[in-house]
């Protein structure tokens, strides 16, 4: 029989009701993912954004591929991937926020680090959700020029 880590056995996974989507709530209430699958997709759709499917391949393109994928590699390589397995790894295994999981190690000065990733995460959602509203609007006014057989915006003429 499993234990939690509180010294007494493990509750078993809360059914889904109907409506009650993807989470579960085990232990302290906090919201967990019901299969690893889910955690993983999760995982995808906040690395990859539209500016990888987007705006890199174009930049590649336009500025020389093989040179500027080298120094990106050694980025991703010996920044990116690092820094985001410690944050996943210490945010599962503490179930802590940002801020919280300095005090938790028992390092509150470093409450200031939590609180920079969140006012980071704030800024960049901020011109990221400018961007898909351009993208939502430009398509929604392409495929209306198609169907209508007017004038698309980029177009020169009036």
């Not at 007494?8 to 109907?18: D, T, Y």
């Not at 397995?85 to 938790?104: A, N, S």
């Not at 920079?116 to 400018?130: E, G, Q």
Request: a negative charge; hydrophobic letters at 45%.
């Amino acid at each position: 029989m499993a234990t939690c880590e509180r010294g007494g056995p493990a509750e078993p996974a809360a059914s889904l009701e109907a409506g009650a989507g993807m989470l579960d709530s085990r232990l302290d209430g906090r919201p967990q993912f019901a299969s690893k699958l889910e955690l993983i997709l999760s995982l995808v759709g906040y690395a990859v954004g539209l500016g990888n499917v987007w705006r890199f391949p174009y930049l590649c393109y336009t500025y020389g591929g093989g040179a500027f994928l080298i120094p990106y590699i050694c980025a991703l390589a010996f920044l990116g991937l690092p820094l985001f397995v410690l944050e996943l790894g210490l945010g599962q295994m503490l179930r802590k926020g940002c801020v919280g999981v300095w005090e938790e190690l028992g390092l509150p000065r470093l409450r200031g680090v939590g609180f920079a990733a969140t006012i980071t995460t704030y800024l960049v959602s901020l011109y990221y959700n400018v961007i898909l509203t351009w993208t939502v609007y430009y398509l929604g006014r392409t495929l209306l020029a198609i169907v209508h057989g007017g004038v698309l915006p980029w177009d020169d003429e009036l």
